[in-house]
């Protein structure tokens, strides 16, 4: 009974959605309140529908029901509560109704706390969310149902995939959903204001705050998604350029981009047509991941679906939304008032070439993405684009945006001083090449350009640094002052710094890590020892141990540094039965920032164990860049200017200019 009252309520969410999709349109087309209203009773309910579909489908995978057969292909009675919740999304129907409850969710949200919104473009904003909703409705009752039955209900489930019963796994997909999905409202916001054909300042105000949320969560996404794979799969690494790793590194690029678009457009009333592209290209972007990863057309750990027919579905609402949206920009865009000059030297000129280079790194991983996919379906022949190729031509794009990062702050608006700001900076860039020139000469082996690169790391963080120092005069005024003007900061500016300073982080930890760690491959039996960096690692013993849903092989090692024992670590290999399939789970040693990693690979038959050990510098400082870009985010959002929308006068224009019609 649960199964079927989670199938109609997915039903009336489509029937709702499709009254939604139409009748507010109607309503900004007639100027007819009523009609608009429309929009926000319904965008509330098919929220609430929804949310009732999702529990009901993950109530049956906490009581275990086999008699669905998403439940019997993916979860098993013995398996930990965790993982039966997080099994519901572990497979592709369950997460494409993720996919729903979250843009219905944006939707609801929307639809309550977007009354500073005018009526019609809220009733339009409403309408185009619920365009897409109605699609992805159509797509999982049409071909991926979750709640389909089983005549005769198997006893036992055959389990989840075994490399997704991790906690990573249980909050990955959620966090980047919320980050794909969020950027659906930048979408609607876009396509709406289109419709419309007035876009403005506030409606920039209105759209930062949406778009900065989806970008938080995509950033938290695919950071735990890439800590998961750096600790699951046992191959010591945090990126593989993987196409469905691209998937989600295109709209964040495409999104990063937009939100620095839309401060242009914000404050100097600039650069529209461009953000209202931008906005389209995010969400499109985000779309596209949802194909590459849903359709069956990549074969990868992260790739759910292997039934290629739900891609053809899948690709026509590609290629509805894309092309409705891109078709709908040339037809109305050339109407548009560009808005405000600039000159080249200004916090406008610096913002467009974050823009420039953040749209063609993007461009780059697209190609290099979508490339030997093309040349497969043209050509039959199969190539891989990896690491080589975005090394030359996703770095150097790279490179020149972090040198930029420090200038952008320290430039005013409309026309600034580049000598000045550079002046501003000569601490930071002092410091940035003293650290480079102590990494040079303390360093032995790796890439020449590795310390420059955490010079330039350096001078990103000391530059947001001052950025800060210069808004409270902390050095050219009394403490006090610079206290009291501290704390009168507006939020998004400390954001804004926390943010950069996150980027510069992250940079460090990545080129420690791929510069100078080091590795060891070795068959080891109980007793032996091999050292690696400083440390020693003795393999105790080994031996098998009984899981719930799952038997493994566990090694213990005795970690060591001259001659004092620092740890006991405990790597494995699990074995699961009922799918067949076997995982590695990594042992990790943290000490500082840095870690110790050591997997287990098979036993040989000499009776020793293949061991692989990794030492990782700095690494965590990848994740906690990540981490701080995201926290960033969150201060920026909690900026007051942020939250009431857009400014009381500009909405007085907005709703002025709205009657006069």
Not at 238 to 252: G, H, I, T, Y
Not at 371 to 384: F, H, N, Q
Request: charged residues 10%; hydrophobic residues 55%; contains cysteine.
């Amino acid at each position: 009974m649960i199964a079927e009252a989670g199938h109609y309520a997915l039903v009336l969410a489509l029937a709702l959605a499709l009254i939604q999709a139409s009748v507010p349109v109607l309503g900004a087309r007639l100027r007819d309140p009523v009609l608009m209203g429309v929009a926000r009773s319904t965008a509330l309910a098919q929220m609430i529908f929804v949310i009732a579909s999702f529990a009901a489908l993950t109530a049956l995978h906490m009581t275990s029901d086999f008699s669905v057969v998403n439940v019997y292909e993916n979860s098993h009675s013995l398996k930990p509560l965790l993982y039966k919740i997080s099994g519901v999304w572990g497979s592709h129907e369950g997460s494409m109704l993720l996919w729903v409850l979250i843009l219905a969710l944006f939707g609801g949200l929307v639809a309550a706390f977007g009354g500073n919104l005018p009526l019609s473009l809220r009733a339009l904003v409403l309408a185009v969310q619920s365009w897409v909703a109605s699609a992805f409705y159509l797509f999982i009752l049409i071909t991926s149902n979750p709640f389909a039955r089983i005549a005769n209900p198997p006893i036992e489930g055959r389990d989840l995939n075994p490399v997704l019963q991790d906690i990573g796994l249980a909050v990955h997909p959620p966090m980047l959903y919320l980050g794909y999905v969020g950027f659906s409202i930048s979408f609607s916001f876009a396509v709406a204001a289109l419709i419309e054909g007035r876009i403005d300042a506030a409606w920039a105000r209105w759209v930062r705050p949406w778009t900065l949320m989806a970008w938080i969560f995509l950033t938290l996404g695919i950071a735990m998604g890439s800590y998961w794979a750096y600790y699951e799969l046992g191959w010591g690494g945090w990126w593989f350029w993987d196409p469905v790793e691209n998937a989600s590194l295109m709209p964040w690029l495409a999104g990063t981009a937009l939100l620095h678009s839309a401060l242009v457009m914000e404050k100097r009333d600039a650069l529209k047509v461009w953000t209202i592209l931008l906005a389209i290209l995010t969400f499109s972007l985000s779309l596209l991941g949802t194909f590459l990863v849903r359709s069956g057309v990549l074969t990868s750990v992260h790739a759910f679906a292997t039934d290629p027919t739900r891609g053809v579905f899948i690709l026509l609402i590609l290629c509805a939304f894309i092309g409705g949206s891109l078709s709908l920009y040339a037809w109305r865009a050339p109407a548009l008032r560009q808005g405000g000059l600039f000159a080249p030297i200004s916090r406008e000129g610096a913002l467009v070439l974050n823009n420039l280079l953040l749209t063609t790194a993007c461009a780059t991983v697209f190609v290099g993405t979508l490339y030997p996919l093309v040349l497969e379906v043209v050509t039959g022949d199969k190539i891989s684009v990896g690491a080589p190729f975005y090394n030359l031509t996703f770095a150097p794009l790279i490179l020149p945006l972090l040198v930029a990062v420090p200038f952008g702050p320290l430039l005013a608006w409309k026309r600034g001083d580049l000598l000045g700001a550079a002046q501003r900076l000569i601490a930071a860039g002092c410091v940035g090449l003293v650290a480079a020139a102590v990494l040079l000469a303390w360093t032995r082996g790796g890439a020449v350009l590795a310390p420059l690169a955490i010079g330039l790391a350096v001078f990103v963080i000391l530059g947001a640094l001052t950025d800060i120092a210069e808004r409270t005069a902390l050095f050219s005024a009394p403490l006090s002052i610079a206290l009291r003007r501290a704390r009168g900061l507006p939020r998004a500016a400390w954001g804004t710094a926390v943010a950069h300073a996150g980027l510069g982080v992250a940079l460090i930890g990545i080129v420690c890590e791929t510069t100078w760690s080091s590795e060891r491959i070795v068959a080891m039996k109980p007793g032996d020892s091999v050292a690696i960096s400083g440390y020693h690692a003795t393999l105790a013993d080994f031996g098998q141990r009984q899981g719930p849903n799952f038997r493994e092989m566990v090694g213990r090692f005795i970690i060591d540094v001259d001659g004092r024992s620092v740890g006991v670590m405990t790597p494995s290999k699990r074995s699961f039965t009922t799918r067949g399939m076997s995982t590695t789970e990594a042992a990790l040693l943290t000490r500082g920032v840095s870690q110790l990693y050591i997997s287990l690979g098979d036993s040989n038959t000499d009776g020793s164990l293949a061991v692989r050990i990794y030492h990782k510098p700095l690494v965590l400082l990848i994740w906690l860049g990540a981490a701080v870009m995201a926290a960033g985010g969150v201060l920026s959002l909690s900026d007051r200017r942020l939250r009431v929308g857009a400014p009381r006068a500009a909405r007085k224009t907005a709703q002025a200019l709205q009657a006069a019609e």
